[in-house]
Each structure stands twice: as structure tokens, then as C-alpha cells.
């Protein structure tokens, strides 16, 4: 089956689990196959986390269209990654973002940075910026962000990413190390409100402010 067919049956699977049109239009725009490694490509378009090497995943569709749901990104958001992988979440939040936003995004292993840069810039995704470092940290060169998205579970919520959250702003995040929550954090009129958004499963955030000798 063609790449772009077995995109629209993902996107219509998402439809059906109650995902809104403008993020599934969203990923309609974005080439799962080109962000997975060549022995797993005949996986893209299973809604299912898939191996990029390094021990570290690509989230499952249905996993990143809830997050970018939950984060509501608007047209010309500047919005912080922490956990790039190989760039495929980052690439739909860009389209989201539109050509005047930004994603900055964040990873600690350089192979998967190298790569991700590479893949984003071939594919045209010119407002997304690609850095190595630890993600816990967060970004401060280019804080602070209207959104704020981690791909990996802390034991609780780095309060470098809090700090460099916007008023308003949102951040989701996954937190604990076995059995993990999705939070929502939302900073309104300086009190933060967080929201459990359900189970979930990633691979541990490790960093200064994250998991250490995990």
C-alpha cells in the first residue's frame, strides 16, 4: 500500500479516537516513514512506538496526536522539545506552529541529533532548530516558551522547563519511573494548574534535573 494511503487510515483511526482536525491535519503533513530507521519503515503507519537505536522510541502516533492536542499549539507559538529522537514529533508541532513559529528542540545523544537534523532540513522543516544537550535544563537561550512538550518521563516536573514556561503557556510532560501519568501544567495569572491526562509509557528522562543512572 502507497505511504500516503497508509497515512489517511491512520489519520482516520485518530479521527475516530476523538482527535481534532487541525492536529490530524497536521500529521497528515508529516512523512512518518522518513523519521523511522529503514528496518522498521514497513511499521510507520502502526500505532505503536517504534525502536530509532540508542535504547530510545519514536512515540506512537495516537501518543503525539494527544500531546499536541493537549498543548493546543497556535500559529506563530514558539514552542520547546525536550527528547527530538529522529524529529517526527517535533516536525508536526512545526507545521502546527506555521512558518512564523518555532520549535527548538532538544536531545542528549548526538547520533540521534546529527540524524534528526539531517532528516528535518531534507524535508524542508527550516523553523525547527535542533540542539545537544540535557534537555532538563531546558533551553534558557531562547526561554521563555509558549508550549513545552517532553518526550520522556521525569520523576516529577524539572523546574528549569516551569521557569521557562510563558504566562500563559502549557507544558505536557510524563512523570514517574514505572507507572507513568501524562500531566498537563498550565501556568495562568502566575499559579500553575496541573492535569492528569491518563497512563502512559516512555523511556526515562535522565539529566540533572531528570533520572540519574537510570
Excluded at 58 to 83: F, W
Excluded at 115 to 139: C, I, P, Q, Y
Aim: with cysteine; charged share 25%; hydrophobic share 40%.
Amino acid at each position: 500500500m502507497p505511504w500516503d494511503r497508509r497515512r489517511k487510515s491512520l489519520i482516520d483511526l485518530l479521527r475516530r479516537q476523538g482527535i481534532g482536525d487541525r492536529v490530524l491535519e497536521a500529521m497528515d503533513r508529516v512523512p512518518r516513514e522518513e523519521f523511522v530507521p529503514e528496518d522498521v519503515r514497513p511499521d510507520a503507519y502502526y500505532d505503536t512506538p517504534l525502536p530509532i537505536g540508542h535504547n530510545q522510541t519514536i512515540s506512537a502516533p495516537s501518543m503525539v496526536a494527544i500531546m499536541c492536542q493537549a498543548l493546543d499549539i497556535r500559529e506563530g507559538n514558539k514552542v520547546l522539545e525536550i527528547g527530538t529522537g529522529l524529529g517526527y514529533h517535533a516536525a508536526v508541532m512545526a507545521v502546527l506552529a506555521g512558518a512564523s513559529g518555532v520549535v527548538y528542540t532538544v536531545e542528549r545523544i548526538p547520533e540521534l541529533a546529527d540524524m534528526a537534523r539531517s532528516v528535518l532540513s531534507r524535508l524542508g522543516f527550516d523553523n525547527v532548530k535542533v540542539f545537544l544537550r540535557d534537555g532538563t535544563e531546558g533551553l534558557p537561550d531562547f526561554a521563555p516558551y509558549d508550549r513545552i512538550s517532553v518526550a520522556a518521563a521525569a520523576p516529577d516536573v524539572p523546574q528549569p522547563l516551569v521557569d521557562q514556561l510563558k504566562d500563559p503557556g502549557r507544558l505536557v510532560i510524563p512523570v514517574g519511573r514505572y507507572f507513568q501519568q501524562l500531566m498537563l501544567v498550565e501556568k495562568k495569572g502566575g499559579q500553575i494548574i496541573t492535569t492528569d491526562k491518563g497512563g502512559v509509557a516512555f523511556v526515562p528522562l535522565l539529566g540533572k534535573y531528570g533520572f540519574k543512572g537510570y
